[in-house]
T-cell receptor, first 112, second 114 residues
Framework: DADVTQTPRNRITKTGKRIMLECSQTKGHDRMYWYRQDPGLGLQLIYYSFDVKDINKGEISDGYSVSRQAQAKFSLSLESAIPNQTALYFC???????????FGPGTRLTVL | AQSVTQLGSHVSVSEGALVLLRCNYSSSVPPYLFWYVQYPNQGLQLLLKYTSAATLVKGINGFEAEFKKSETSFHLTKPSAHMSDAAEYFCAVTPNTGGFKTIFGAGTRLFVKA
């Protein structure tokens, strides 16, 4: 089984809808991250969490919120989706802050 | 502020030819440096990382990268390209001091021609 899983893998929704993307990991890592990938822009950090009680905004957090339900689970929500949030979203984990990150397979979100 | 630049959004090589993907970073203190690969419909996976132990770093699938402090570079190479190397490659930096956020380059898509 994959170490970092994301659900759903693909989602098409309409403007104004609330969407939740879920991430689960079996790595046992405390650190979890949500990134957004747009063509030609690399990955941009949305939110990160160092443990269940520690959640922090990244560089592009506007329009997003997160919930760390347990060490293994980190969810990303779009309260009211808009078309420019159409992108590929990745969850990642790491053991240490400056260590390599382990990525999930991604969720492709389309907002119409 | 930290930044990372990947020269060339697309690189095309023939099978068997040398692969060279360029990465330059800006930092006053040598950071941790990473190369990740992303195959179609998959997440990123680590190819190799530099953490100040050795300037020439060997990774998976025959890739290696050399850290050059004087040039603030961490270019990725592979002597002989294989069709299966076609993917997108990302250079990433994490500060060694101060902040900790990893900054990713924009990515370079590698095409391998038969």
């Amino acid at each position: 089984d994959a170490d970092v899983t994301q659900t759903p893998r693909n989602r098409i929704t309409k403007t104004g809808k609330r969407i939740m993307l879920e991430c689960s990991q079996t790595k046992g890592h405390d650190r979890m991250y949500w990134y957004r990938q747009d063509p030609g822009l690399g990955l941009q950090l949305i939110y990160y969490s160092f443990d269940v009680k520690d959640i922090n905004k990244g560089e592009i957090s506007d329009g997003y919120s997160v919930s760390r339900q347990a060490q293994a689970k980190f969810s990303l929500s779009l309260e009211s989706a808009i078309p420019n949030q159409t992108a590929l979203y990745f969850c990642a984990t790491s053991d240490y802050t400056r260590d390599e990150q382990f990525f999930g397979p991604g969720t492709r979100l389309t907002v119409l | 502020a930290q930044s990372v630049t990947q020269l060339g959004s697309h690189v095309s090589v023939s099978e068997g030819a040398l692969v060279l993907l360029r990465c330059n970073y800006s930092s006053s203190v040598p950071p941790y440096l990473f190369w990740y690969v992303q195959y179609p419909n998959q997440g990123l996976q680590l190819l190799l990382k530099y953490t100040s132990a050795a300037t020439l770093v060997k990774g998976i699938n025959g890739f290696e990268a050399e850290f050059k402090k004087s040039e603030t570079s961490f270019h990725l190479t592979k002597p002989s390209a294989h069709m299966s190397d076609a993917a997108e490659y990302f250079c990433a930096v994490t500060p060694n001091t101060g902040g900790f956020k990893t900054i990713f380059g924009a990515g370079t898509r590698l095409f391998v021609k038969a």
